[in-house]
């Protein structure tokens, strides 16, 4: 009798191990489903404490001590399981959120025997949850930036639960303090860089800008892997010169109205403005040299109105330049910093 909980298991460990190279190639050309034989000894990092112990009764249902004939297991593997794994079974049960290879056969991801990756997963954890997320797969590989959690050796786990979750793509917390968990460190990253300390930074800046407000940091941020620098999901520039260019600034302008750099006169789009005179359009939309929005913007959050910077780094050596910005009730003013002391007031006829 054909059972298609065995035929979509063995599919599913049959796409893991493609993704680590263990796939068995047939005469016909398709996948066979691999075995779950115990590997060498000295090939092992992680071994189940009943094969380890001899026990090998424990799953099956009877046999030779040697393990040469340990007799049939169970047909639900996963009920199986649950005898000893018991608390996995429970949270599986309870969980709003449950992974498809969970619900069906605790080995599409696990030996039940040994493995040479932890936890008895059949390939390290990476290759195994690509073998079936063939589009995460092509969007990590194909990124011109990859995010560290994905490439480092624990990999998907960072942020997903294996198993199941009562929050959505089975991750382990809430999506915005997931993020916070990580970047709220001071060491440097894979590339060697001191990624900000978002913890301490938001704690200590009360002006938050909207998307991060809202907690959504996947407004601005891809998690995979991007095209773009920082993760981001559109053009934004890196430094404090850009040309004026509408592309350069497509991630602003998913939000912002591009008017704002734009119109050299209006009384409407901005008030950041002399009267009608527009200062975005001043300072932002000019051919080669334009101050991009982190001339005066902190991205995230800050200790004035509208995110304006206490200082911006500037010039290769990453000098702070302070802005020195003064807000009024009618506009505002920066001291002596890029130009002399100059005032706006956006009420001025």
Known sequence: MFNIRSFVTALLVAGSLAAGGFLLATTTGTAAMPSLAPIPDGDAISSHAPYLTGQCGMCHDSGQPDGKSPGKVPDDVGALCATCHFDMDQEIK?????????????????????????????????????????????????????????????ACLNCHNPHASDIQHLLTKLPFDLCISCHSHDEP???????????????????????????????????????????????????????????????????????????????TTTRFRDGSRNLHYVHVNKPDRGRTCRACHEVHASENPHQIRDAVPFGPRNWMLPVNFTKTDTGGSCARTCHQTKSYDYTAE
Do not use: W
């Open 94 to 154: 309870g969980s709003s959120v449950v992974h498809a290879p969970a619900m069906m056969s605790c080995t599409a991801c696990h030996n039940p025997h040994n493995s040479p990756a932890p936890s008895l997963l059949v390939v390290e954890p990476k290759n195994l949850c690509l073998g079936c997320h063939g589009e995460i797969q092509q969007t990590i590989s194909e990124a011109a930036v990859q995010h560290d959690a994905v490439i480092d050796e624990v």
């Open 189 to 267: 990253g894979a590339d060697g860089r001191v990624r900000t300390n978002f913890a301490t930074l938001l704690e200590e800046n009360p002006y938050h800008h909207g998307p991060v407000e809202g907690k959504d940091c996947s407004a601005c941020h891809l998690t995979h892997g991007s095209e773009h620098h920082s993760l981001l999901v559109d053009a934004f520039p890196e430094r404090f010169y850009a040309p004026y260019e509408r592309d350069n600034y497509a991630l602003c302008f998913r939000c912002h109205n591009e008017e704002n750099m734009l119109d050299p006169e209006t009384t």
